[in-house]
C-alpha cells in the first residue's frame, strides 16, 4: 500500500509541473524542392517534353555502363574505366543544363517582347486570357509553345487559375511565375495599373539583360579557362590508356588513391572556380 501511494503521488506531482510547462512548438522546417522536382523544372527550362526525369537517370547510368565497358576493355584498369564512367554517367545532365542555360538566356531576351505584347493586349481591351493566348500566336517563337498549350487547357477546362499554374510549370522561369502571378492578382482583385505595371517591369528587363551580357562577356575567358584546366589532364590519360603497360599502375591501391585525390581537386577547384565568378541566378520563389 506504502509503494502504491508513493506512486500516485509521484504521478500527481508530475501531472502538475506538465500544467505549467509551455508545449514547445514544432520547428516548421520548410524543405526546398525534390530531386525530382529539379530535374522536372531543368528538362522544363530545357524545352525537352518528351524526357521523364527517370529517363534521364537512366540515360545517364546506360552511358556510365558503356564507357566503363569500353575503357576497361582498352585499358584494363579497372579505376580508370571507372573515373571515365564516372564523368560520362554526367555527360547527359551536363548537356541538359548547357541547354537549358542556353534557352534560358535566349528567354532572359525574349520577356521584355512578351511583356510588351501583354501591356498592349491589355491596353487594347482584350481580356487577360485573350492577351497570354496571343502570345502563342504572336509572341517569339521560343516561348509560343507553352502560351499555345495554355490556350487548348483554358478552352477545355474554362479554370483561368489552373491554367496559369499549369502554364508556369511548362515555363519554369522565374520572370514567367512573376508575370503570372501579376496577370493572376489583377484577374482576383481587379485594377487599372496593370499596364503600368508590366511597362516597369518591361524596363526592369531590359536593363538586366544589358548589364548581364557585360558581365558575361568579361566572365566568360574565366569559365573556359576553368574548364581546360579541369579537361587537360583527364584527356591525357584518356591518350595513356592506349598503353597498358604504363596504365597498369593505376591498378594498384595506391594508383586508385591517386585518382580519386585528383577527381576530388579538379572537382573542388572547379567548383570554387565557377563559385567565384558566377553572376546570380534568380529562384523560383513563386512556384
Do not use: H
Amino acid at each position: 500500500m506504502g509503494i502504491l501511494l508513493g506512486l500516485m503521488l509521484g504521478l500527481g506531482l508530475v501531472l502538475i509541473i506538465r500544467s505549467f510547462l509551455k508545449p514547445t512548438p514544432k520547428a516548421t522546417t520548410k524543405s526546398g524542392p525534390s530531386v525530382r522536382e529539379r530535374l522536372e523544372d531543368l528538362l522544363a527550362q530545357a524545352g525537352i517534353e518528351a524526357v521523364t526525369p527517370g529517363q534521364l537517370l537512366g540515360a545517364c547510368i546506360g552511358v556510365g555502363t558503356f564507357v566503363f565497358l569500353v575503357m576497361f576493355v582498352i585499358s584494363g584498369a579497372f579505376p580508370v574505366a571507372l573515373a571515365f564512367a564516372a564523368f560520362a554517367a554526367y555527360g547527359p545532365l551536363a548537356l541538359v543544363r548547357f541547354r537549358a542555360r542556353s534557352r534560358r538566356q535566349e528567354l532572359r531576351e525574349l520577356w521584355p517582347d512578351v511583356v510588351d505584347n501583354l501591356a498592349s493586349s491589355v491596353r487594347a481591351g482584350l481580356s487577360l486570357a485573350e492577351a497570354l493566348t496571343q502570345i502563342g500566336i504572336r509572341g517569339p517563337e521560343a516561348l509560343r509553345r507553352p502560351f499555345q498549350r495554355f490556350a487548348e487547357d483554358y478552352r477545355a477546362t474554362g479554370r483561368f487559375n489552373e491554367c496559369l499554374d499549369q502554364l508556369k510549370r511548362n515555363l519554369a522561369d522565374p520572370v514567367g511565375d512573376r508575370i503570372v502571378e501579376s496577370l493572376r492578382i489583377a484577374r482576383e482583385v481587379g485594377g487599372s495599373d496593370l499596364g503600368r505595371l508590366l511597362r516597369t517591369l518591361s524596363s526592369f528587363l531590359r536593363e538586366d539583360v544589358r548589364t548581364r551580357a557585360e558581365l558575361e562577356a568579361r566572365q566568360s575567358w574565366t569559365v573556359n579557362g576553368a574548364r581546360l584546366a579541369v579537361a587537360a589532364p583527364w584527356l591525357v590519360l584518356g591518350f595513356m590508356s592506349f598503353q597498358r603497360e604504363v596504365i597498369s599502375r593505376y591498378n594498384t591501391p595506391l594508383g586508385f588513391f591517386v585518382l580519386v585525390a585528383g577527381a576530388v581537386l579538379c572537382a573542388v577547384a572547379y567548383r570554387l572556380m565557377l563559385r567565384i565568378g558566377r553572376l546570380p541566378e534568380e529562384q523560383r520563389v513563386l512556384r
